[in-house]
């Protein structure tokens, strides 16, 4: 896993690294410096026979603070590499903070070119960049900590940036040092204006400004550089959000070669009205193919034809509404006591039937529990409901819920539109109100547990998985994981992922556009679990 960090975690790390181990904040900004020329070095490799020339033109911008440093020493190096550099420093010289002034004394020795940006409308500077063609452009004006909407010389160089990238689209790389500038660092919330990086060089660790939308579309491709602060410097207080960065397969629980079917867990899904019968298939083909080794299914008797021709592999069970309710009861507490887990939700509908079922479910069962669509909408609906969720101990943790933006809304009363502000705040406060695990599924999906700190933020993934059937398809995966013994956490912060990866699969087989939640289960089968 990767540490996803807030600006305070990564100050605090920076520090650390200063005072308890003793590598100075100079030797840290020229590793960050020399991370960022060796980048734009190694690129020119490339790039270098077709443009007829030996060295890159690199333009730096460079603010007054430690990453304007940055940007500056970049600008030496390549300066001493023989790159034809301009440096712009933008702001009034004689009020860089110490260690950028540092820098920037040592690049006047050196003679590096340079131009200062001291007012929004500085005509002749900004006519000599316009005139000129750079192969490079170097974004150093802020880095992490920037909450305040950009205002003058700074918002016109950030706007000036952002130009000369369009109008040289086809021959400039825009280059971000740490996080593109204009990007809040916690939010990824764009602070008045902000610079459209093609690639972002962060240092150690990304930032929840370069994950979270629209900092995360800001920031282009993200390369992570090693400058020496390691997890050490966190000390005890370790970043309260993590990713997953292995392989699909070594996070999947073992499979032992001595075993059965049964090995590998059952799954009890409750799925799918006469109306929405597809809901069910979806979400026992997510499982299936997730591992586990038996699915039943529980679903209304109209859909049973379509489930038999669908899914010969799973048994099924129906329920009838023209029954008295006291047969589904006996038939859901029969398969209830097969299971070993258990979904409930998609497609089920939000009446009486629905809600019976819920109900029985978290009155009677006590086995992995995951609570999707339709059951989150009842939770919302009813106190009651909520009230029994509350009191499901099976284990801890469970059960989890699945909500999109949508549903999570109607669960806390957040407006769908503050998504973005409080993804990483409000699934937490979910999580401990009904002492359970919450998956909120948005373009990051987040996972709390209510005795967690430590939050889990969804990486994988792309825009053409926002179609009908693709949350079926996940509580599918994350029920077979917790069939197969994982914990709440475990299951659905895995299966999130593992999810996104099928995703982006099946957008690369398919187009994002033209892919179905029935193309993320092909995706799943071919992503090595």
């Known amino acids: 896993m990767e540490y996803i960090v807030s600006a305070k975690e990564m100050k605090t790390a920076d520090r650390n690294t200063s005072e308890i181990y003793g590598l100075s904040p100079e030797v840290l900004m020229e590793r960050a410096a020399l991370a960022v020329a060796d980048f734009l070095s190694q690129e020119w490799k490339d790039k ?206 073992p499979r032992p070669d001595a075993s059965h079917k049964g090995s590998f867990g059952k799954l009890l899904i409750i799925a799918g009205n006469g109306s929405i019968g597809g809901a069910a298939i979806l979400s026992a083909r997510g499982a299936l193919s997730a591992g586990v080794g038996m699915v039943r299914v529980f679903t209304e008797k109209k859909n049973r034809t379509a489930l038999l021709q669908a899914l010969p592999e ?64 009842l939770i919302a609906a009813d106190p009651s409901v909520r009230e029994a969720v509350k009191a499901y101990r099976p284990m801890e943790g469970w059960p989890v819920l699945t909500p999109h933006r949508g549903e999570f809304a109607r669960l806390t009363g957040i407006r769908a539109a503050e998504g973005e502000s409080v993804i990483l705040s409000a699934p937490l406060k979910l999580a401990r109100e009904l002492s359970c695990t919450v998956l909120c599924k948005d373009a990051r999906s987040v996972t709390a547990r209510a005795d967690c700190t430590q939050q889990v933020i969804n990486l994988s993934g792309n825009n053409g998985m926002a179609t009908a059937g693709s949350g079926d398809v996940l509580a599918g995966i994350v029920g077979a994981l917790a069939a197969q013994g994982m914990n709440s956490m475990e299951a659905a912060s895995v299966g999130s992922h593992l999810h996104g990866l099928a995703g982006d699969r099946a957008a690369a087989r398919f187009g994002k556009a033209a892919m179905t939640a029935g193309d993320i289960v092909t995706g799943l089968k071919e992503i090595g679990i």
């Open 314 to 377: 799973a048994l099924i069970d129906t329920w009838d509404e023209a029954l008295p309710a006291e047969r589904m009861d006996d038939t859901l507490d029969a398969a209830i006591s097969w299971a070993n887990a258990c979904v409930i939700g998609p497609g089920i509908g939000t009446g009486e039937s629905a809600r019976r079922m819920l109900m029985r479910v978290l009155s009677e069962n006590r086995l992995p529990l995951v609570i999707d669509a339709d059951g989150c909408n």
């Open 48 to 253: 270098a026979a077709a443009a007829g020339r030996d060295t890159p033109c690199v333009l730096v911008f460079a603010g007054s603070g430690g990453n304007g440093g940055d940007g500056i020493a970049v600008a030496r190096i390549l300066h001493q590499r023989g790159a034809r550099v301009l440096l712009v420093t933008v702001g009034e010289i004689g009020k860089y903070h110490e260690i950028a002034q540092k820098q920037l004394d040592t690049a006047m020795r050196y003679d590096v070119p340079m131009i200062c940006l001291r007012q929004a409308k500085e005509t002749e500077a900004v006519r000599m960049l316009t005139e000129r063609r750079f192969d490079y452009l170097v974004d150093a004006l802020f880095g992490i900590g920037l909450t305040r909407p950009l205002t003058g010389v700074h918002s016109a160089a950030v706007a000036l940036i952002n130009s000369l990238r369009e109008t040289e689209r086809d021959s400039l790389l825009v280059v971000s040092i740490d996080l593109p500038s204009g990007i809040n660092t916690d939010t990824g919330e764009i602070c008045g204006i902000a610079v459209q990086a093609d690639v972002t060089i962060t240092m150690n660790y990304k930032k929840r400004g370069m994950v979270l939308f629209p900092g995360a579309k800001a920031a282009g491709r993200i390369v992570t550089a090693d400058v020496g602060i390691t997890p050490e410097s966190f000390q005890d207080e370790k970043p309260e959000l993590v990713a997953f960065t292995e392989e699909p397969g070594k996070l999947l629980p």
